[in-house]
């Protein structure tokens, strides 16, 4: 979006035609009100950049079908020459002329016409340069088909437009909608507009509106409407001094038959303009992000960058996008409703006064009825940026550069505000001020991105953490979605299903898009079928996106690998079991209390978990917090979903441990259903306390997986490895933790890695295993038989050498304790003596390594610890047989 500069935000409402509750659609649902169908259309709005339109910027659903719309706004506009009287100058109407044609023509090339043309629709700037308004209200409302009153003013009407009548689609007796108005309809009105600038009156203004109609349809008798509309309002001598060119450009508007008329695009090329058209540059697109263009070639910095904000005096809020003002004016306590209702535009009434008319059996009739303040009331209200200034009066100007590289500066602003929870970081103005610019080096949306990711820009950034580029549009566009496939009808089936709840989601235009997202995925994946759950997936990069399906679609194609490698193969039963069982496996590391309580009662992750994973949780919550899992989620590696399961799991411990297998099945059968009754506000049965905590869920999966060894979490059908790591040093939560967020899978392959297991027998494991690589990195050794430096944020590790006392006095790993196997457990394994008890037990809350000389002896061990509820108990993937070649075993020297 354009700066705001000299511009205003400016806020208009309108209802939408409320529909019967009682009458559903062909698929059985309810029928779609509306606003929620105004409010899909209207999000393309937003993307109409021009410098004739005034920008869309938001569109918010209030009670009763009430819709509020904010836009650019400016306060002077045509109508001022009306009020004063006077006429304008020859110049004046063309330019006025050209600059509208120019929006117009934009209009058209996106399929779109005003229809609304007036003149306090045609706004000035503080130059004097056109910039129409309120030219999506004919498009958003289905061409008037969803309100109760008619798109446009009698007076500016084209004559076609007039002869079609009313149309509204709640009408019972209406059985087909007119054809759509062209074009040319708009020339008829920009024609009226023009007239009245030069004979400096409102044309039939005195006179009703059935009579205005009807002299505006007879017009097709006469010969020369300019002169009969002239002698019509007694200006015929101003009309003819008026130079030959302007009077042409009258006639070409103001031509009777559609068919005879010109479009804006061909009254642009037309002669009358050819003295003024030298004196434009033609409007050129701004370039796409994901474009292989320089967009910033042409900006250039002063020498001295503190320059920038030496002015005291300077409006650094204008020179920021108009989406991000309303964002923080929003933030800063602005109310849409609250303006509007202070301007008296909305009048709230007792409910009594409101009642509904009824109808007796007699057709008597009771009640009041349409209430007028549900037809449109064309007043725009500006809304005022003085609480958002005064907001703001302290914030350095600084501030509002933040693509100025000053790490010292940032990081003291930032130090106080990151430790605020992030629901009120999110909140605070000065602090997303601070944020909401999209940073232009990869390293910098990383580092920016584990702080916090701010809303306005959370779309974006998602894609650069997804390593998204190039031309992403002609990729897209190139997929056939069009074709019928046999995944049409299931697709079609779960769209009204997925995150309904959600006004945008829900429209028809969401509809549409999830429709085309996904079909795309489909196409361009023929290795790959759709699975029910593919939807919700999607759902969080549609919303994000929703005005760029393109980058949908190629950030989903991009998570999927990623996290969800080979999950919707025609056959995924062998990728999702290795899943869940590592995901078992996890639960037991962690918190073998609660896995030996689930084992026991047979609540295997199998159950539950499925939906969690195949669909990354997007089932699970609402929108508003996968937002936030999301966040985190993209700056780790493939196994961090792991420790968000685990940390949900952590929050219902107390229940689970407190419940059999039957309560457990029916708590987690509420958890997919809680998010819709959240976000309309009711509850059924235990809703409220199953409600999760995300970001406690969030901070704690940090936890869980810095202290996670990468190779525990190894499964063979993971992703292969990549050329390259992604993200900062390949890590998302900080350079000394580098070791733990790059994916396993990455590392090159040697001799001491760890090998893939069949599943029967990684099944049959309680405990993860880890590689002899991991071993050595986690204590610290280094290959060369020298002490590798400690780095921060690593776990505390202990290596337990289950071998015979004889066997680890041969050669051991320096620092590892020794337990012989054979002093807890017979030759059967069977448990003779505890071993957690005496020199182990010191070691508790450590990362415990066991290392054996036979794998099965590995086993037993550590499923011991594991049912005497000793936390994060693995074992080392080969045994002692992968640490002979490192050089690493000692042999302690002879007692002298």
Known sequence: MRPLRDAQLGAFTFFASALPHDVCGSNGLPLTPNSIKILGRFQILKTFTHPRLCQYVDISRGKHERLVVVAEHYESSLSDFQRQGKTASPDKVLQVAYEALEGLEFMNKHGMVHRALAPNNVLMDRQGNVKLAKFGLYYMTDRGGDVDFPIGFPSYLAPEVIAQGSFHASDPSNKEAPPPSGPKSDVWSLGVLLFEMCAGRRLLHNIEISERLKFILTLGCMDDIVTVLAEEHGCLDTIKDLPENVLELLRKCL???????????????????????????????????????????????????????????????????????YHLWCLAGGDLEKELTNQGIIQSKPPLCTLPKFLLEDGESFGQGRDRSFLLDDTTVTLSLCQLRNRLKDVGGEAYYPLLEDEQSNSQDLSTSVTLPLIIRERDTEYQLTRIAYPYKKDLVWKDARVDIPPLVRGLAWSALLG????????????????????????????????????????????????????????????????????????????????????????????????????????????????????????????????????????????????????????VFPLHKIFHLWDTLLLGNSSFPFCIGVAILQQLRDRLLANGFNECILLFSDLPVSYALEEHGGRRGNQCELEIDIERCVHESIKLFIWTPKSATYRQHAQPPKTAASGADGNGFGRPLAYYFSDYQDTPRTDLSREPLALADLKAELSPRISAEDLIDLCELSLGGVGK??????????????????????????????????????????????????????????????????????????????????????????????????????VPSPQI
């Open 255 to 325: 031509t009777f038959l559609p068919s005879k008329r010109p479009t804006p695009a061909e009254l642009l090329g037309d002669g009358v303009f050819n003295e003024i058209s030298c004196s434009y540059t033609p409007f050129q697109k701004p370039l796409s992000l994901f474009s292989s263009a320089l967009r910033c070639a042409h900006l250039e910095l002063p020498e001295d960058i503190s320059d920038l904000c030496k002015e005291e005096e300077e409006d650094y809020l204008s020179e920021r996008a108009i989406d991000e003002v």
């Open 468 to 619: 998204i580029e190039g031309d992403i549009q002609a990729k897209y566009d190139g997929i056939d979605k069009d074709t019928p496939i046999p995944t049409d009808r299931q697709i079609e089936v779960d769209i009204p299903r997925c995150h309904q709840y959600d006004e945008l989601l829900s429209s028809p235009q969401g509809h549409i898009k999830f429709r085309r997202v996904l079909k795309a995925w489909v196409v361009s994946h023929p290795d790959l079928v759709y699975w029910q759950g593919l939807d919700s997936l999607c759902a969080p990069f549609l919303y994000l996106n929703f005005n760029n399906e393109a980058l949908a679609y190629a950030c989903m194609s991009a998570f999927i690998p990623k996290y969800l490698y080979n999950f919707f193969l025609k056959d995924n039963s062998h990728v999702i079991q290795e899943y869940l069982t590592v995901f078992s496996q996890m639960i037991s590391f962690h918190d073998p209390e609660l896995s030996n309580h689930l084992n026991q009662i047979g609540f295997i992750p199998d159950l539950y978990a499925i939906p969690w994973f195949l669909t990354m949780f997007t089932h």
């Open 789 to 890: 430096k400690a780095r921060a944020g690593k776990p505390k590790i202990v290596a337990v050498d289950i071998r015979s006392a004889e066997d680890f006095s041969r050669g051991h790993l320096s620092g590892s304790v020794n337990i012989p196997y054979s002093s807890a457990f017979n030759a059967d394994g069977e448990l003779t003596q505890c071993p957690g008890t005496g020199v182990l037990h010191a070691f508790r809350g450590r990362v415990i390594v066991v290392i054996s000389h036979a794998m099965k002896s590995g086993v037993t061990f550590t499923s011991h610890l594991v049912k005497v509820n000793f936390p994060r108990v693995c074992m080392l993937d080969g045994g002692i047989g992968k640490m002979r070649s490192t050089g690493l075993l000692t």
